[in-house]
């Protein structure tokens, strides 16, 4: 099967990335800049500014919080940097080489679940999967019909979960998702009744990462992390991961699976169940390899 760049337009290019921005967001030029800019010294920094700005409290799920999430532009300037941050693209190849190893020469229908800008989805359909996209904000997809069109991918869009069907799916893609919603268990049980039986999720949700530049990952859900009962109680079990779960690979089937080997996943999940309970340390790793290439921050000092 294709392996495509991981770079998928326009993050390889600042220009071209700024003139989308600056198109779907409607603000300046010179503003669309600084906010990249921003974004690029410290990630998170525009969703911080701009909760704090809102009045919204942090870290707490409330309506004042989904009114954010409906309306802000500030997520669209975090997406575009960490999507082309090293750990994303690592993420990004672990998951097409699971995919190619799973499906044997098959297209898999996809779901790619709250993909913001599409970027993800445009990989997924370039590496020869079916891809179906959703995401509830508007602007998120605005954007993201334009990174289709820019990568020349067909990726359906669907703007209703109501519109998705049972059983339809072989893999629901849910990257940084979970650590952001009211339920996790409810999200994760509508994954689990979208896939086919022998179907997959994969799933990244840094629950732990409650510090002060992720001020939208809610604090009640700390205790999820390094859980496998979150999964395995909507009979997802876990197959393969990285050892941070960056992601995690499930299977959907009625018993845990017996033929893979889990160790290095399992050592990982024993290191963020600590995080429940003292996080900085965690936080201060996460951050960490959420650093930025400097290569894009000193392009954009020269705007």
């Not at 392996?3 to 669309?32: A, F, H, K, Y």
């Not at 800049?33 to 525009?46: A, K």
């Not at 998120?140 to 991918?153: E, P, S």
């Amino acid at each position: 099967m294709p392996n495509p760049s991981l770079m998928i337009r326009p993050l390889d290019n600042n220009d071209e990335l700024i003139q989308l921005l600056c198109q779907v967001t409607g603000e300046p030029r010179s503003t669309v800049i600084q906010r990249l800019l921003d974004e690029e010294t410290c990630i998170g920094t525009n969703v911080r500014r701009d909760l704090i700005s809102a009045g919204v409290k942090p870290h707490v799920w409330s309506e004042d919080l989904v009114d954010f999430y409906r309306t802000t532009k500030s997520f669209l300037y975090e997406t575009s940097v960490w999507n082309r941050m090293s750990l994303k693209l690592q993420m990004r190849n672990w998951m097409r080489k699971f995919l190619e190893k799973r499906a044997q020469g098959r297209s898999l229908k996809v779901l790619s679940f709250g993909d913001g800008l599409g970027f993800d989805s445009a990989y997924l359909a370039a590496a020869g999967h079916h891809v179906t996209y959703y995401e509830i904000s508007e602007e998120c997809v605005n954007f993201a019909k334009q990174v289709f069109a820019l990568n020349g991918q067909q990726v359906d869009i669907v703007r209703s979960i109501e519109n998705l069907g049972a059983a339809e799916f072989d893999v629901v893609v849910s990257l940084d998702v979970l650590e952001h919603v009211q339920d996790p268990h409810k999200c994760v049980a509508m994954f689990a009744s979208w896939l086919k039986p022998g179907g997959w999720l994969l799933s990244h949700a840094p629950f732990f990462f409650t510090s002060s530049d992720r001020v939208t990952h809610i604090k009640s859900s700390k205790k999820y992390s390094g859980c496998t009962k979150l999964y395995q109680q909507h009979g997802l079990h876990p197959v393969d991961g990285r050892f941070f779960w960056d992601p995690i690979a499930l299977e959907k089937s009625d018993t845990p699976p017996t033929h893979t080997s889990l160790n290095i996943m399992n050592a990982g999940g024993r290191l963020l169940k600590l995080a429940r309970y003292y996080n900085p340390i965690h936080c201060a790793v996460a951050q960490f390899l959420s650093s930025t290439n400097p290569k894009w921050r000193n392009d954009l000092k020269k705007y």
